[in-house]
Every structure is written in C-alpha cells, then in structure tokens.
C-alpha cells in the first residue's frame, strides 16, 4: 500500500498532475477528438474535461509541458451552442478565450492552449492527449 502511493505519487509528478480527486495524463501522443476519446477510454480513463479552475490550471500545465494544445471532454456536436461534457451534462464551468466560442466554419469542440483559454475547434485537428483517471 504505502509503495504503491509512493509510486503513484512519482508517477503523477513524472507525468502528470493532479487537482482534487483527478489525475491528468498525457504521453506525448496525438488526436483528433474521436481518438482522443477513444485513447482514454482505452485506458480506463476518460478525455480530460476541466470542471473548475483547479483542474484547467492541471490541464494547462501540461499543454505547457507539451508545447501543444489538447482537445477536452467537452461539445456542442448535438445542439450547437450547447456545450456539453462527454456525460451529456451541460458544462458548469468555462474558460473561454475572448470572443469565443465563435462557431467560425463549424467548430465543435474545445481546445485548450498554453493560456490555460479554451477556443472552440474543428474535432478534425490532431491535439496532444490528455486523460484523466
Ligand atoms: O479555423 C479557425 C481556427 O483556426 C481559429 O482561428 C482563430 O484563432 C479564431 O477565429 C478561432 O476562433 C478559430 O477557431
Ligand atoms: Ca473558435
């Protein structure tokens, strides 16, 4: 018990970050939404979906780390305008950047860049992963 904390704690530190009951984690690989969805899903976790400042400032942090801006578990696929988490529920935080969302062509789904901003996106771009568990 006590080694696996220290090797969690480690690991987090390594390579991720953590707010609150979540851990974030990236590798270095890269996706557009749907495989980014999937490659969390694939590893038990689920796309990194900021709920408050903690967990975005978290997220941030690894973009920087990166130098990549990441796609996050959140939409607006179904109704536009209507930004939702991977849940279905409708978002109860935000970080947009100025003037967005924009919809310009149609756009989507979340980025979030090294400013820790969120821009809505095309889900067609290639973003680094980021999951959390
Ligand atoms: O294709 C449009 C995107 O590259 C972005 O261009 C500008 O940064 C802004 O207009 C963004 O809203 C837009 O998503
Ligand atoms: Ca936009």
Redesign the pocket.
């Known amino acids: 018990m006590y080694c696996a904390s220290v090797f969690s704690l480690v690991w987090i530190f390594i390579n991720g970050n953590s707010a609150g009951e979540k851990t974030f984690q990236a590798n270095g690989s890269e996706g557009d939404f749907e495989t980014s969805k999937a490659t969390c899903s694939q590893a038990g976790g689920l796309l990194a979906s900021p709920r408050n400042s903690a967990e975005n400032t978290a997220i941030q942090q690894i973009v920087v780390r990166h130098n990549k801006a990441a796609y996050v578990g959140i939409n607006d696929i179904e109704t536009e305008g209507s930004f939702k988490y991977l849940s279905g529920e409708a978002i109860g935080y935000s970080n947009w950047a100025g003037?967005?969302?924009?919809n310009?062509?149609t756009?989507d789904c979340v980025e979030i860049h090294s400013d820790g901003k969120w821009?809505?996106?095309?889900c067609n771009e290639k973003r680094l992963i980021i999951c959390e568990f």
């Open positions: 003037g967005e969302p924009n310009l062509g756009e821009n809505d996106r095309s």
